[in-house]
């Protein structure tokens, strides 16, 4: 059954990819473990010589990628979270409604009905 | 000349059938008040229910579809079938007025409940929702 | 009986059952609320019923099966074009026993999930039976009328579900926007009933679907004037509420909010049962009742025209604002409407390949997003809070349900072995059938994009560190065993994925295209009133 293969493949081949990428970051781990030992200097640098703990002055990667992504679709998530998605029954309505009318120009001019 | 009239009749009933539509939506828009909003709802509704009730409508010497007589005769049901307008319709009316009632009803009761939990009933201010 | 197949009772009988049996029962279930005053009766009942309205729609598939064409029910003993008729395919059939499977673990999962003094369960029940008898109906019919009076019944009873916890604002705030959404939707639907029949002066699905190819159908007489206007209304309004009721992008916002604060159970309930019901009557008006008539072909392409590009909007705005998301709700809300997004673009195809893409992801997103969304109510439960800052490393406080989790974010994101890749490389199969390679491009990034979302959840709830002791998570076993079972089924779906192809997707598919014998089996019902009229 040429399904069944596809999905095995295709199983088979992520799994081994995602083997090499965790084998690469147990890796990476191993040899840069001598710079990464977080010490109370390294994490200073962080906040203003106040006193912090470790856990609060670390980013999380998470932030890092997020941020990016953000920043470089800024002007699409402006409009989408400012202007459409606002929670407000009013705006919903003007986008529904806009659909609605698009649908029935569509079918009228595609759909060749008359009147 | 009694063409001409009931042809203006039946122009104005669907202006006002068109305008009817109009003013309803453009209360579901643009009126920021959930009352006006749920009062725009049943206006739709209610022209909706007109709409359908014409459709079933015989133009020229309608009559109630009722058989009068249990053993109808053929002359009877000739006549009925020549004068009585569209009973469907009418069907079609009463479920869809019962359902636009209890919706109604059900809309009221959380717009009274959302005043109670946040004191406005303004769409543009009741929204902790959003993104 | 002899105008039924020589069948036993209870075959004939089981599809009408179902849907009267869950709402007879939602009428009782106040009385008994009224008369016992004990939580633990009211939860036998219900589940009693959600069982046995499960094994009612199993029967009736295998009767369908079984038959090997559509199935007509009369009610009331009234033939097709006068009387309201339950005509039921397989693909009706398969999408309402997968429906009542969901409705049925959703319930066994809700006995726990709620607190023994939480207040208002037997309305709880009663939504949730109406909601099951309204999907049921929905989806059996073969009336337009009687699809916008079960529409009600599965609109009301999901507001009510939404409202259900009435003392919290955000609850109010989002059902008073869900019902006034769904009520409009309902009206517009209703005026898309009244043009359909000013054009073709019949209600009965296998008697428009007759109308429109010209052929003849007893009773009620030759369509008057031109239908391509009325079809055109018909087409543009139903398929603008059917999209409300499915939640596809521009009609999106109304579920995100509805599925963000209503209870998890509820959430489950709407975005897996709820929404299916939209996509089945999107796919049944356009393609077995509209579809290859000449006389309205240019309208019904530019109707699946449609239909594709609110896909591929839904596609978008599902996936980008996905991962901005902090509320582990909202994201998998935003993940429900990427994945209609799918299966709407799946059936603006409107190809044999296309149909199947979109029955196969149907099925595969409500097991998974219903396991999604029960894994997350344990979470949400436990930590108390929605927000994905709150829940930190709940999750390795309950191993099993983070396990089942993964397993659902990686269906959901379509990770092969599990079933959302199978359905999705069938939909990359049926986008390059008819040349549309680049949206194979745009559905492989937003599945990227879409676990990333996913990730976000995991990573929070089980990767970073616990903030606090969270004592005892995993749920209780009433709780644990439909996620398990969902679980499994993700997994069986994926790996027996072409046996379960060859047996049950692809024949159910294959009757949203066989109009003639949608309308052959109505048509032999209508011929003996016709001989009775002529008598």
Known sequence: MSLLMVVLETAVSMFIVTLLAYGLYLYSVKVTKSFSRKTREKVLIYACGEDITEKEALLADRHLFTTIWNEVFKPLYDSLRGKVHTGILNDWFFWMFLALIIAYTIIIVLGGVSG | MTSIVSQALWIYFYITLIGLIAIAVYGIVVRPNLLKKIIALSILGDTANTFIIFLGFRRGGAAVPIIPTIKPTLEELLWFKETAVDPLPQCLVITAIVINMSVTAFLIALAIQLYRLYGTLDVRKAVRLRG | MEIYPPLPPIMIHSLALAPVTAIVSAFAMPLIGLTIKNRKVWDAFALTISTIVFILTGIGYATVRYLGKPFVYLLGGWPPPVGIVYEVD?????????????????????????????????????????????????????????????????????????????????????AIKYSLIGALATTIYFLAVTFIYASLGTLNMADIAAKIRGLFFPV?????????????????????????????????????????????????????????????????????????????ETIVNAGLLIVLIMGLVSIIVGSFLMIVQSDVNRILA???????????LAIGLATPLGIIAALFHMINHAVAKTLIFLTAGVYVKASGTRRLDGMEGVGRYAPITSALMVIAALALAGVPPFNGFVSKLILYEALLEVNLAPLVIIIVLSSALSLLGYLKIIYHAYTKPPMKDYG???????????????????IILGVASPWIYDMFIEPAAHTIFETDKFIEVAYEFAEKLLIGVRI
């Not at chain 3, 935003?334 to 709407?344: D, E, P, W």
């Open chain 3, 90 to 174: 397989e693909f009706a059939a398969l999408l309402g026993l997968v429906s009542a499977f969901i409705i049925w673990l959703v319930v066994i999962y809700g006995v726990k999930y709620f607190d023994s003094n939480e207040d208002g369960m037997e309305w709880y029940y009663t939504m949730l039976l109406g909601l099951e008898a309204g999907v049921l109906g929905c989806i059996y019919t073969g009336d337009v009328f009687n699809v916008f009076v079960l529409f009600e019944v599965l609109s009301i009873t999901s507001y009510g579900l939404v409202a259900f916890w009435n003392r919290r604002g955000e609850c109010i705030e989002a």
């Open chain 3, 472 to 490: 005892k998570v995993e749920p209780p076993k009433a709780m644990l065993w439909p996620m398990i079972i969902l679980a499994a089924l993700c």
């Open chain 3, 334 to 344: 935003y993940s429900s409407v990427l994945n209609y997004g799918y299966v709407c």
């Open chain 3, 220 to 296: 009620t007489g030759e369509p008057y004037g031109s239908i391509a206007l009325g079809v055109g209304l018909f087409l543009a309004l139903s398929i603008w509420a059917f999209t409300v009721e499915a939640g596809v992008a521009p009609n999106h916002f109304r579920v995100l909010d509805a599925y963000q604060v209503s209870p998890s159970t509820v959430a489950a309930l709407l975005s897996a049962v709820a929404a299916n019901v939209g996509f089945y009557l999107l796919a049944r008006y356009l393609i077995t009742l509209l579809s290859g008539a000449r006389a309205v």
